[in-house]
């Protein structure tokens, strides 16, 4: 069998977040062995599909984008999926696109095992991503303050959009 030799396009740890319920270790790493979907996250909840074509697309052909949206509202929550049509684009994008700046933000590129309806909306109790609920910190490009901070401070939604 035959291994991933650069580091930046290893395995890594997401695998144990995504593979809870279903299927082997053996069979975990196979299935992202084998992907050419990445998981892009730390997106601005401003940022278009377009632009992620835009950018994405100097690694290879892209198959698909599939836009990470807030479970309630249907709105952009700040990740998506990028599908690419072969294995050596999606290697290439881990390399040289993670950790690059779009939209003012520094984004994170990660194997994924491939898109399934339905994981494109916000896990977090209020629709969007867990971790944009217990923020603290206020971050204009994913809606302000955190969703727990806002109801605490009696802050409307959108009060903070551009």
């Known amino acids: 069998m035959s291994t991933i030799s650069s580091p930046s396009v290893e395995l890594s740890s997401y695998r144990d977040q995504h593979f809870k319920a279903s299927g082997t270790r053996a069979e975990q790493d196979k299935l992202l062995r084998l992907s050419t979907t990445l998981y892009v996250g730390n997106l601005s909840f401003y940022t278009t599909e ?50 690059t700046r779009l939209d003012d933000r520094i984004v994170r590129t990660d194997w994924d095992a491939g898109f399934i309806e339905g994981r494109q909306y916000g896990r977090g109790k209020t629709g969007g991503q867990v971790r944009d609920e217990y923020r603290t910190d206020y971050d204009s490009g994913r809606g302000g ?18």
Do not use: H, W
């Not at 290879?60 to 990740?79: A, E, S």
């Open 50 to 99: 377009e632009q992620i074509i835009e950018l994405f697309s100097k690694c290879g052909d892209i198959r698909r984008v599939v836009m990470g949206l807030d479970k309630y509202k249907k709105t952009p929550c700040g990740f998506c999926f990028v599908e690419y049509y072969n294995r050596a684009d999606a290697e290439n994008c881990l390399r040289y696109i993670n950790g």
């Open 145 to 162: 303050y955190g969703k727990i901070i806002q109801q605490k401070m009696g802050v409307n939604e959108g009060a903070f959009s551009r």
